[in-house]
């Protein structure tokens, strides 16, 4: 575990703080060049995990991604949606049976389906989310450093806090997931540094790299039982990470509102705005934590189509935009006085390097 380099926020530029707040993401410099004349010569797809495509978070990214690179290019997307682990491998099977020359996988858990179909077919090229392990020609890891906009995510939510216990816990125990985690707990130590504060955090030791876990990508009562318990513990902010199973926080903290009406309750989304994706919501979300992975597939796509595909890593960060943020939305009211401005002098730190923000998952 790199350590966190500490510069006190009085003696940094501070910069607009709509650049922060802005959320979306873009191709990363490392990434693919601008694609050139793209042909539509490609049939592209992409095989979701078992949190399905309707998850309103990392697989609905994906697809949106592609169905926009396949728009641009004039040409039919397919998808094959995963219900389970043991459906990856037919799932790919499937679609390069049916055609499919440019394929996407999402998420990590996929990595060994890819890696054998990718060496199984080596006239097709690969793109696969969070996943950095596969080394071959025809494949590109699509990463996101998102331990440095969770780091924004755990200040906002330790200074926000009022009963001084926040939690965070995951879906399944993969690098992936422990990435936000990492930079949560990160980002809430450094709020207690910076201001003499003592904000707990639930659910997450950094540096055993152990903690809560519902043991999967769903929503469900096993989510729900989770978040209830950290709620009871105390906790008035959370962040689950693991794509549906945020609805079943809501859930819980909806319960927990109306059993204790004097405490704000809130959450913090990842992956996607959830505010804007799961509207029943949000007035729950004090922010998300944004991976740009419909800009990323997009992009690779369509570098593929334009004959420029690469097989070295597309990287978001915080300087490229390819994480970052979300506004506050309904929470505008509720948060600190002046705590927009302290996030945007950190992102500034953390791009200069003068916060170094880092887990044992950062790409």
Known sequence: MRTIRK????????????????????????????????????????????????????????????????????????????????????????????????????????????????????????????????????????????????????????????????????????????????????????????????????????????GTFVGAFEAGPAANATATTFLQQGADIVMPVGGPIFLSAGEAIRTAQAENPDTRYGMIGVDADLSQTAPEYADLFVTSVLKGMDAGVEAVVLADAAGEFSSDPYVGTLENDGVGIAGFNEWESQVPEGLADELETIRTAIIAGDIVVDSPSSP
């Open 7 to 210: 510069t006190a926020l009085g003696g940094l530029a501070t910069l607009g703080v709509a650049a922060l707040l802005a959320g979306c993401a873009s191709a990363p410099e490392e990434g693919p060049a601008e694609s050139g004349e793209a042909t539509a010569d490609i049939s592209p797809c992409i095989v979701s995990d078992a949190g399905g495509f309707n998850d309103q978070s990392f697989n609905q990214l994906g697809l949106e991604g592609l169905e926009a690179a396949a728009d641009e290019l004039g040409v039919e997307a397919s998808q094959a949606e995963s219900q389970s682990e043991t459906d990856y491998q037919s799932n790919i099977q499937n679609l390069l049976d049916n055609g499919c020359d440019m394929m996407v996988t999402v998420g990590f858990l996929l990595a060994e389906a890819t890696s054998a179909a990718a060496e199984a077919n080596p006239d097709v090229n690969f793109a696969i989310i969070d996943d950095s392990s596969i080394t071959a020609d025809n494949v590109q890891p699509i990463t996101f450093d998102t331990a440095q906009a969770a780091f924004l995510a755990g200040y906002a939510a330790a200074a926000s806090s009022q009963t001084g216990t926040i939690a965070t816990w995951g879906g399944i125990n993969i690098p992936p997931v422990t990435i936000f985690m990492d930079g949560f707990v990160l980002g809430a130590e450094y709020y207690n540094e910076q201001n003499g504060a003592d904000v707990q955090v639930l659910g997450w030791d950094v540096e055993a790299q152990d």
